[in-house]
């Protein structure tokens, strides 16, 4: 699987993006898919994630309420809208999936086999 994600940017505080990601070489039929984001220096974290049903929708707690998952099998895209965004959530932001991970390890990074290359989201105060 190919991972190709876009619609980073520069925003102000209180604003919306919406990221994409885009899959090529495989359906994301049955792919569990999530958001993990970095800032430099520090961790990578989990955002947000869809189980391979699509059934279950996962979110960190600093983005429950603000940020969406959705994912449109159609166009083999996920989607993460993001709302009231905040300074902090300025990081660059990856997509990632895998056809074998159970909903016990969505949310841990090491548990994802394919990664898009990250679009960069800037929040200023």
């Known amino acids: 699987v190919q991972l190709q994600a876009s619609g980073g ?3 102000q ?11 090529s ?18 961790e990578r974290e989990f955002v947000a994630a869809s189980s391979r049903s699509g059934a279950g929708t996962f979110y960190s707690e600093f983005v429950k309420g603000r940020f969406t998952f959705s994912r449109d099998n159609a166009k083999n895209t996920v989607y993460l809208q993001m709302n009231g965004l905040k300074p ?5 932001y990856y997509c990632a999936a895998d056809a074998s991970i ?4 969505i949310r ?15 929040v200023s105060s």
């Open 25 to 42: 070489g495989r359906t994301l039929r049955g792919v569990a898919v999530a958001w993990f984001r970095q800032v430099p220096g520090k």
């Open 9 to 11: 940017g520069v925003v």
């Open 88 to 92: 902090e959530d300025t990081a660059i």
């Open 13 to 23: 505080a209180g604003e919306s993006l919406r990221l994409s990601c885009v899959a």
């Open 102 to 105: 159970i909903n016990s390890s």
């Open 108 to 122: 841990n990074e090491i548990a994802y086999d394919y990664w898009g290359q990250g679009t960069l989201v800037t």
